[in-house]
């Protein structure tokens, strides 16, 4: 099966669906980038980063079906993530690589561990939102974005959307229950 | 005894509230130890909110064109619009 929209990819991945490479860079973009960071990678080293794990992943495809005999995704991921990025600064020229720094980065770095875990916490955060925003009634989205995401007052977002100020709470309200549902469902949380 | 809805304590809550009715709720916490649990899980859920807030600004990432039009030449496909935001 082709799988198409954003609503529920990590869904598609953990359901052995096909898995077009450009969903794959538009959702997990961000959260490589973050992780080069992690590894100190330069800005020119994280673009090499994204090309390597999403060759890493679809092996050259435009579409791939994650094997679950991997495991858990979350961990596949980190693990071709980590991977790659060592192997980007085993390439760095000029020997510019000492062993002290390889050491930095070994597969099991409690402090690398940690930050990759909040990385994917708000990674799931971020794409429980993208499917809120296709669960809810627009109003009721729109009302929580702008209240929680915006930072307007109630009252601001109320006379804004031409409802009443208890309307928004309410729209938070479910938004909120529907988010905790959403981020149930989706794999690794 | 009537207690109050989750989003009439969230007002209370954020300040939202007229200045009796926030006496009025102010009183009835006092002693009514479910809507005083209901308030706690409004805290909960604004730190769920603050965590989300976070999570949105840190994958806020603009796109980068080029770094598309290399991906598309890498993955010979010609069906992806340039301008799609990344």
């Known amino acids: ?189 | 005894m009537k207690h109050y809805t989750q989003e009439q304590l969230d007002q209370y809550k954020h300040g939202d509230m007229s200045i009796i009715g926030k006496l009025t709720c102010k009183m009835h916490l006092c002693f009514c130890q479910k809507c005083s649990d209901q308030l706690r899980t409004i805290s909960e859920d604004d730190s769920f909110m603050s965590e989300l807030k976070n999570a949105v600004k840190t994958f806020d990432v603009p796109p980068d064109e080029k770094e598309l039009k290399t991906l598309c030449s890498i993955f010979k496909d010609d069906t992806i619009g340039h301008s799609t935001s990344a």
Request: hydrophobic residues 40%.
């Open chain 1, 1 to 189: 099966m082709a799988y198409t929209t954003k609503k529920s990819l990590l869904q598609a991945i953990k359901d052995g669906c096909d898995v077009s490479w450009f969903e794959f860079y538009e959702t997990y973009r961000p959260l490589i980038l973050m992780r080069g960071s992690d590894y100190n990678l330069s800005e020119a080293e994280k673009k090499e980063l994204i090309q390597e794990v999403l060759l890493s992943v679809s092996k050259g495809n435009k579409t791939f079906t994650y094997d679950q005999s991997k495991g858990r995704f979350r961990s596949y991921l980190r693990k071709i993530i980590s991977r790659r990025a060592v192997d980007i600064i085993r390439k760095r020229k000029d020997n510019a690589v000492s062993p002290e720094i390889l050491e930095q980065y070994p597969e099991n770095n409690p402090a690398l561990d940690k930050a990759w875990q909040q990385e994917w916490h708000a990674h799931v955060l971020s794409q429980a939102l993208q499917v809120l925003r296709t669960k809810v009634e627009p109003q009721t989205f729109q009302a929580f974005e702008l209240y929680v995401l915006e930072e307007m007052s109630a009252k601001e977002v109320a006379d804004f959307l031409k409802i009443k100020v208890d309307m928004v709470y309410v729209a938070k309200s479910r938004a909120i229950k529907s988010l905790r549902e959403i981020m149930k469902e989706l794999p690794g949380e």
